[in-house]
């Protein structure tokens, strides 16, 4: 059975209903799967995407913050949800596919300004969200699984736009790429992504701050697509719909595509 899923940071689920609505509409992904809603589940306009076709929901909200959503064309269980690094937050939730698949949709910590622990609580909180992400994975190794998500990391020096530039900087700094790869280790993940597109730069977020992020194209890969060996290689046609970045009043991430033929 193949399918697409799409993962989209979508900064307000409900300020932004109409372009999640457009991209079920233009690109008809079987899955979506969006992280950063802040809204609890029950004030989600979930009536509107189950009208395109996707009526089969698994969330966990917050009100105001974090949340996280799987939209699907495909029947889904509900597979739980952890709360990494004890801060009760909404930012993981699991579903399975009738076919057995189970997908995990993340929403890593950011971890503000500040790449120091002992200056900055948040920093501090992100590594270990991972830590306990890692730990997981190496107790329960997962099979027949994809994880998705705005990870907050861009690991690679062509994930980012200046490698030296941005290794002081919080998405991009070598303790935070160690821990991602840990964490992906233990796990033992295949990043699809870049599976399916190995070389050149290649970003799924552009800041707010830029008076013409397309011009300046200062962009970071923080978006994932992550797949157990067991069915990576069932995967393709990775790609990252940049134009998305610039639709009317938008998120400042890219939805993130996959296939994967199962």
Known sequence: MPFTLATWNINSVRLRADLVSRLLTEEAPDVLCLQECKSPVEKMPLEDFAALGYGH????????????????????????????????????????????VVIHNFY???????????????FGQKLDYLAEMRDWFNGDRPGKAILVGDLNIAPREDDVWNHKQLLKVVSHTPVEVDQLGQTQEAGGWVD?????IPEGNLYSWWSYRSPD??????????????????????????????????????????????????
């Open 57 to 100: 929901v698994v969330a966990r909200g917050q009100k105001g913050y974090n949340g996280v959503a799987i939209l699907s064309k495909l029947p889904l269980e509900d597979a739980g949800d952890k709360d990494f690094a004890g801060l009760g937050h909404a930012r993981h939730v699991a579903a399975r596919l009738e076919n057995g």
């Open 108 to 122: 890593i910590p950011a971890g503000g300004d500040v790449p120091d622990r002992e200056k900055n609580e948040k």
């Open 192 to 196: 699809v992504t870049r599976q399916d």
């Open 213 to 262: 992020w397309d011009a300046a194209d200062k962009g970071r890969r923080l978006d994932h697509i992550w797949a157990t060996p067991d069915i990576s290689n069932s995967a393709h046609g990775s790609r990252i719909l940049r134009a998305v970045r610039g639709w009317d009043k938008p998120s400042d991430h890219a939805p993130v595509f996959a296939t994967f033929d199962l």
